[in-house]
């Protein structure tokens, strides 16, 4: 999954069939999947390992054969546990793969009260007898299908995802509350903040500044950043920071240097600390592996 953005900017699919499927493989000193949000709706398995994804403010653990559901616009964000590689096939679907058209009964009564949380549907999918194992093995079905050569995949694949989307209703129920308005709004706030800095990362950013964006004091807006990201805001600046540098240092030969400064360092050390953090080299170990797997 493209971690350039956090709001992913990449189509799933395309509008004709908004549908992609992908299968990731994350060993245990790596980040699994970054903090991000986008319009679709997504469906993720674990096929291999132990992970921790968290859905906005909810944290789940996935054995292997378990799955979770991210509703279109929450923020979620994955971790590998233990220390052992971690597998996982996902697929993400734009709602309008079930839209027939102008006045469409099923998607109206249906897809609509999904999308606007008066359905109170589950996230973590677990091995349960029932319609909870029949979803997964449904799902399980579609990345099989993904995985074969068949004449009209996207058939069986569509049809599929109809099943599933039936069975989280029936597994679920009407919304008895939804969401705190106050808390979405301070979500909302918060994906401000984080678009704020996907534009400015280059250039300094103050602590105040993100504070006032997300219309907060200093000392709750870093208690909040940090309950919904695990993260502090500082943290978080410079984990999105070299992130963009792993890609330059992947993508083109620019000094490591520049690159440092081009993401907003301006600490060559500095850089060098953070990177070894998140990635368990230095920038120029990092190139070198990743020239090496091209070649």
């Known amino acids: 999954m493209d971690k350039s953005r956090l709001k992913e900017a990449r189509k799933h699919g395309n509008p004709?069939?908004?549908?992609?499927?992908?299968?990731?493989?994350?060993?245990?000193?790596?980040?699994?999947?970054?903090?991000?949000?986008h319009d679709e709706l997504e469906l993720l398995m674990v096929?291999?390992?132990?992970?921790?994804?968290?859905?906005?403010?909810?944290?789940?653990?996935?054995?292997?054969?378990?799955?979770?559901?991210?509703?279109s616009g929450e923020l979620h964000s994955g971790n590998v546990v233990g220390d052992q590689p971690c597998s996982f096939s996902a697929v993400v679907f734009h709602s309008s793969l079930f839209n027939s058209g102008s006045i469409d009964y099923l998607f109206d009564r249906y897809i609509s009260p999904v999308l606007e949380r008066r359905y109170d549907v589950p996230a973590h999918l677990q091995q349960e007898p029932g319609d909870m194992q029949e979803l997964l093995n449904?799902?399980?079905?579609?990345?099989?299908?993904?995985?074969?050569?068949?004449?009209?995949?996207e058939l069986m694949i569509k049809g599929l995802l109809y099943g599933i989307i039936s069975k989280l209703i029936n597994l679920g129920g009407t919304a008895a509350r939804a969401k705190p308005e106050q808390e979405g709004y301070r979500i909302e706030r918060l994906k401000t903040v984080i678009e704020y800095i996907e534009q400015h990362y280059a250039d300094p950013i103050p602590l105040q500044k993100l504070a006032e964006l997300a219309r907060m004091s200093e000392s709750y807006f870093c208690r909040f950043f940090k309950r919904i990201t695990t993260k502090s805001p500082i943290e978080?600046?410079?984990?999105?920071?070299?992130?963009?540098a792993?890609?330059?240092l992947r993508q083109s030969d620019a000094k490591i240097m520049e690159v440092a400064l081009d993401v907003g360092f301006n600490s060559l050390s500095y850089f060098n600390t953070v990177f070894r953090q998140r990635y368990g080299c230095t920038p120029r170990q990092f190139r070198s592996r990743t020239e090496g797997q091209r070649s």
């Open 16 to 37: 004709i069939y908004p549908v992609s499927l992908y299968d990731i493989t994350c060993p245990p000193d790596a980040p699994l999947l970054d903090l991000h949000w």
């Open 47 to 71: 096929t291999e390992g132990t992970a921790v994804f968290r859905v906005d403010m909810n944290d789940y653990e996935l054995q292997a054969g378990e799955a979770i559901f991210v509703n």
């Open 138 to 153: 449904m799902l399980d079905q579609l990345f099989e299908v993904n995985r074969m050569s068949l004449a009209a995949p």
């Open 236 to 244: 978080y600046m410079n984990n999105y920071r070299v992130q963009l």
């Open 246 to 248: 792993a890609n330059r």
